[in-house]
């Protein structure tokens, strides 16, 4: 008979905001163990966020090289070293791992490698990865273990054995012809990586825009940097059959604008959306309830439906950025010691990591249009920022929300050189309530992106009254 072992907390999954909780904890001398079945850090520093920017960086330097020339560096040959890309985003991984042991041991938190599995409220079954079970029982529950790419229920595509964004960074060799299925941020980003590595690409896109979630604009701004660098993008594109093995020959049909049409490729990627990590793991047991979607049932404090057991991140239903799980942390960590944190406030940006980035934060335009909001808009192109003139970075484009009837800045996306960094500055502006007219009005350094903030907002109309 296993004797259970009692923990102040114990969280099951180490992903970003599971493992801060339990170092903050622990350093606070709380007795706190994380269950984790596979991934030491979670899936950020191991399979997603990292490797795949350290693979997009590597994609970057080829690009540059190709294109040196017309900067007045002539680089003769360019060999893309696959093999040599794989080492260098292992060996950051391995740093990785190094800091996330260390950290561990320093919070004095347990990690435990193992499957773990609820039997009865507050209570996990830990089947240790090398052998042997542990009944670990907490006084609160913490769940963070986050989503997996989704395979469509498309007739052949199991089959077929495709890439996920996992399988895609492992490669050691540039495919002759990448098929992606999907045109959200995983799907282009990677897209354009292998790309720029040499591969011929085809991206396969159901719906009329790849990023569905953005604007029009915005959506055709960046499918029009893509198709410049050769990316073929087939939008309204329904996948109906694949055929073939993926990493030898594979073959989608899908029903095109045109009728139906092979898209014939080496390789094939799936990314299609993400589903919660919530499948047998005893939440029923557990008390734990999910919603239509699967994923688990919070309130804006986070807590689930299940007494002391919070949940964080991804598998939460919380926007699928690695930063919303820290802020799903700082939630959880303060709801523990009797605040009234809510998630339900919060200002969430993303950034899209092609080149140039897409970034945005607060409401889009569409978005606005669709919640009945009176709006002035504003766009300025890149090549009207006068950084690009220095750098030719002139693709894309800043575009900025206010209300009608008063100054308040909406929403922001820019699609360009340091996207992400411009948008922060304007959501700071949000988060500080600033008028537009303030950052409109602000001295930014010269020569920077940023600059072209003042002629983007000096462009709105007149407000309504």
């Given amino acids: 008979m296993v004797h259970s072992e009692r923990f102040d907390v114990v969280i099951l999954g180490s992903g970003q905001g599971g493992k801060l909780l339990a170092w903050d904890l622990g350093r606070s001398g709380k007795k706190v163990a994380v269950v984790e079945r596979r991934w030491v850090g979670g899936s950020c520093p191991a399979v997603a966020c990292l490797p795949s920017k350290n693979e997009l960086w590597s994609a970057h330097v080829a690009h540059v090289v190709r294109n040196a020339a017309r900067f007045g ?75 997996h790419a989704a395979i469509p229920d498309i007739p052949g595509l199991r089959d077929a054995r495709p890439l996920t ?50 604007d029009p604009d915005v959506a055709e701004e960046l499918r029009s940097v893509l198709s410049g660098e050769g990316v073929e993008v087939l939008s309204n594109a329904q996948p109906l059959n694949v055929h073939g093995l993926s990493g030898d020959a594979v073959t989608v049909t899908v029903q095109a604008e045109s009728g139906k049409r092979p898209v014939e490729g080496s390789h094939l990627l799936v990314a299609a959306g993400r589903v919660a990590n919530t499948a047998d793991i005893g939440l029923d047991k557990a008390g734990i309830a999910l919603d239509g979607r699967g994923f688990i049932r919070v309130n804006d404090r986070l807590e689930t439906t299940a007494q002391a057991t919070w949940a964080i991140g991804e598998c939460a239903g919380s926007p699928q950025f690695t930063h919303v799980s820290v802020d799903d942390f700082r939630i959880v960590r303060d709801n523990m010691a009797g605040a009234t944190r809510s998630k339900s ?15 945005r934060v607060g409401l889009s335009e569409t978005e606005a249009q669709r919640q009945g909001m009176a709006v002035r808009t504003a766009k300025l192109p890149m090549r009207n920022v006068l950084r690009t003139e220095a750098t030719d970075e002139k693709d894309g484009f800043m575009k900025v929300v206010v209300g009608s009837a008063d100054d308040r800045i909406l929403g922001f996306t820019v699609i360009g050189a340091d996207a992400g960094e411009v948008m922060a500055v304007m959501q700071m502006a949000i988060l500080a309530e600033l008028p537009y007219t303030r950052v409109r009005d602000a001295v930014i350094a010269h020569l920077t992106v940023a600059e072209g903030l003042g002629p983007l907002l000096g462009s709105l109309p007149a407000r309504s009254f």
Avoid at 345 to 359: E, G, I, W
């Fill in 73 to 147: 560096t002539h680089a003769e040959e360019l060999r893309v070293d696959m093999p040599k890309v794989w080492h260098r985003k292992e060996a950051m991984i391995e740093r990785e791992i190094a800091v996330h042991l260390r950290a561990y041991k320093e919070s004095g938190v347990e990690l435990i490698m193992a499957n773990g599995r609820f039997v009865g409220p507050k209570t996990i079954d830990a089947q240790l990865n090398d052998g042997g079970m542990r009944l670990l029982v907490g006084e609160e529950i913490v769940i963070n273990v986050g989503s």
């Fill in 345 to 359: 406030d919060r200002v969430v940006p993303h950034v899209v990591f092609t080149d140039p980035p897409l970034a």
């Fill in 165 to 214: 964004h996992i399988e895609a960074l492992e490669l050691d060799e540039v495919p002759p012809h990448l098929i992606v299925l999907g045109g959200g941020y995983t799907g282009i980003e990677l897209a354009q990586a292998y790309r720029r590595f040499g591969s011929r690409v085809t991206i396969v896109e159901p719906g009329s825009q790849i990023m569905a979630r953005e």
